[in-house]
């Protein structure tokens, strides 16, 4: 029995490199002993049962042709009722919720897998680096990049992922959601890169057993740099801040 | 045709722009262009207009290609028009466009690079003789230039002026979408490696579907569809609709290079000038601002070249392929670079599998962690003269003898846009 990793319509949902959490998953499965098949399954084929999903980012049509396509089919949706996982990043994350806004602000319909609705926000776009402390204390702190324009404000039935220290992710000081199995990010492109942690707790959550540790040097070098940096960039912020109105 | 006498406030601003561009390359600060272009708009805003007055002009825009193809076109169109003036170091907006011109004799043909978002505008107010456009792919993740957004606006602006002949690439959806609001289009086969940002159908929001087999062709269920081929490319020629044919002798590597040869030749001939003189001309050309130069760094011999984006990776991975020499690969995310390399995850870096590879660059972190999952070993090391030297020093060992690099004494180089600037800057050219 293989684990299957469904990367779900790049040809729609991969504008910041998305795919790239598909092969993580399934690299560090199978650099466990754990045969793992990814599948890219573009928007003209039939979603295919899996055990793990990840959805991308994607420009406003590509992310209401996936939302429509999605909801009809209604594959990914029963996935999730019989206990698939599920990560949803940027748009990703925005369809897989109850709504989200088109190009002209106007609510639509998404897949209702989180209790979250998206609206599109006033202000500047968030794009830029994005710290987060993880919620519940599982993991290390959550280092990405956000680029995205809405807001996205979570229902009762939802725990936010991370509570943002440095950048915008949901517009309320939260980052994500997570209900079940599904987890939903504006940590884009390939989050689970910097944060092997979030692989490995979606991973033992589909493969049902905790995972041996792996050889992460490259992934913390990165995470050091990258938290480093945001770290520092902040620092430097504050000071022009507090010299500027002095 | 010259263009009559320039109104003062121009001639001023000509002045201005050649002082303060001659100045700053005197102090030493960069070449000049921008600080030169800045300080004749501040004195004349419609200098350009008026410099443009009288040439002949060609304009270059596209994602990946236009230096290179501008550089083509304008050595293509020097036998028959004369010396172009050219913004030969990639200064791709207005201030880069008035420095060449306001640097150059008045009636001089005019090759220009323009950077995407502002080519609407140059389109209609300099109304080109022609206009080549090469690709639209994603670029910069971290600003907001949807590719479909630039197809629109340069399908618009070609529409409202329609002398201009527009030298498209076919085989590229979203750039036949623009150039069929032209009403003169030359259709090229130039190919396509990256679809990824092309399948979805900028007519009807529908799905292109690309035929198998390589041949380029591409059509939607609402009719949008490849057009008919003025120039296609056949095996090492270029083949023409009224059926001449010609080889295309190179001397720069690569299918993107061909390409981009065949679009400044097609341009070349669009504005008079024989496809054999054209064709001949480009063959003399080995490198363009560096790229694929071979030059000295850190005592080790270096093939460099530029990759900035996924399609581009893609094109010259595809080129070094059937090579077996070390690879410095080196990463930027400054600004003119985008500050978020998430793209690193569309590049196939699984083809370096079996190379000696090393990582280099401020973002080489992120580097070692994308070759990580492609199993690509590999070294890290952040500055990047130290890294070409640790490669050539790996490449020797590998050998098994003293001399390093591959069978030419050499490593491979591919940056992005700073990371190769950078390196060249620290470089010394030792010849082709
Ligand atoms: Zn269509």
Redesign the interface.
């Known amino acids: 029995m293989s684990l299957i990793v469904v990367v779900v319509h ?3 949902l ?7 959490n598909g ?2 998953l399934a ?1 560090r499965a199978r650099w466990r002993g754990v045969s793992a098949e990814l599948v890219e399954a573009t ?2 084929v039939a979603l295919p049962e899996g055990d793990l999903y990840c959805l991308g980012g994607g ?1 406003d ?2 992310q209401t ?1 996936s939302a429509d396509r999605l909801r009809t089919e209604g594959t990914l949706e029963r996935a999730v009722g019989r206990g698939a996982t599920v990560l949803a990043v940027c748009a990703g994350y925005q369809i897989v919720g109850r709504s989200f806004p088109a190009a002209d602000g106007r609510p639509l319909p998404g897949v209702g897998l989180l209790d979250v609705t998206t609206a599109k926000g006033t202000g500047r ?1 968030a ?2 680096e994005i710290l987060a402390e993880p919620v519940g204390g599982r993991l290390p702190v959550l280092s990405g ?1 956000e ?1 995205h324009a809405a807001l996205t404000t979570r229902g009762p039935d939802t725990s936010p992922l991370g509570r943002v220290t440095v950048g915008i992710g949901n517009g309320d000081g939260t980052d994500g959601a997570v209900c079940g199995g599904v987890v939903g990010t504006y940590l ?3 989050v689970l ?2 944060n092997p942690a979030l692989a490995d707790l979606l991973l033992s959550r589909a493969i049902g057993r905790p995972l041996k540790p792996l050889d992460d040097t ?2 913390a ?2 995470r050091g ?2 938290i480093a940096a945001v770290r520092a960039r902040r620092a430097g912020g504050l000071v022009r801040y507090v010299l500027g109105s002095s | 045709m010259s263009g009559g006498p320039l109104p003062v406030r121009t001639r001023a601003a000509v002045a201005a722009t050649r002082v303060v561009s001659g100045l700053s390359r005197w102090l030493g600060a960069g070449s000049g262009t921008v600080a030169g272009g800045h300080a004749g708009l501040t004195l004349d805003p419609h200098l350009l207009e008026h410099l443009a007055t009288g040439r002949r002009v060609a304009l270059v825009s596209g994602t990946n290609g236009k230096t290179t193809t501008t550089r083509l076109l304008a050595v293509a169109v020097e036998g028959t028009l004369g010396h172009a003036a050219s913004n030969t170091t990639g200064s791709n907006m207005p201030t880069g466009h008035v420095t060449a011109l306001a640097t150059s004799p008045r009636c001089a043909p005019a090759v220009l690079e323009v950077d995407e978002g502002y080519l609407p505008r140059l389109v209609s107010s300099l109304v080109p003789e022609a206009v080549v456009l090469l690709n639209l792919s994603r670029d910069q993740l971290d600003r907001t230039n949807e590719v479909r957004m630039v197809a629109n606006k340069w399908r618009a602006a070609l529409s409202a002026t329609p002398s201009v002949v527009a030298v498209a690439n076919a085989d590229d959806p979203l750039v036949t979408w623009a150039a069929s609001g032209a009403a003169k289009p030359i259709w090229v086969g130039a190919g396509l490696s990256w679809r990824q940002d092309a399948v979805g159908c900028p007519s009807c929001e529908g799905r292109i579907t690309f035929a198998t087999g390589g041949g380029g062709g591409w059509s939607c269920t609402c009719g949008f569809t490849r057009p008919r081929l003025d120039v296609a490319c056949v095996g090492g020629d270029v083949a023409l609709a009224d059926g001449r044919r010609f080889p295309v002798p190179l001397a720069l590597p690569g299918r993107f290079n061909r390409a981009n040869a065949v679009m400044a030749a097609a341009a070349a001939a669009a504005m008079g000038v024989r496809w054999d003189d054209a064709l001949r001309r480009i063959a003399g050309v080995h490198e363009v601002a560096g790229r694929f130069a071979v030059v000295g760094v850190g005592g080790c011999t270096a093939r460099v070249m530029l990759a900035k984006n996924p399609a581009g990776w893609r094109e010259v991975l595809d080129l070094v392929s059937p090579d077996e020499g070390p690879v410095v690969v080196g990463i930027n995310a400054r600004v003119a670079d985008g500050k978020d390399p998430s793209w690193l995850w569309d590049v196939p870096f699984e083809r370096l599998r079996g190379r000696t590879v090393v990582a280099t660059g401020e973002r080489c972190r992120d580097l070692s962690v994308r070759l990580h999952y492609a199993e690509v070993p590999h070294r890290t090391v952040t500055d990047e003269v130290a890294a070409v030297r640790a490669a050539w020093m790996a490449g020797a060992g590998a050998a098994g003898g003293v001399g390093a690099g591959d069978a030419d004494g050499r490593v491979d180089f591919i940056g992005n846009y700073t990371a190769f600037t950078d390196l060249m800057a620290r470089a010394t050219r030792v010849g082709a």
């Open positions: 790049p040809d729609l991969g504008t910041y490199g998305d795919g790239g092969l993580v690299q928007s003209d420009e049509a590509a042709a776009r794009v830029g990049f680029n884009h492109g390939p890169a910097r490259e992934e070098a990165l740099e990258r």
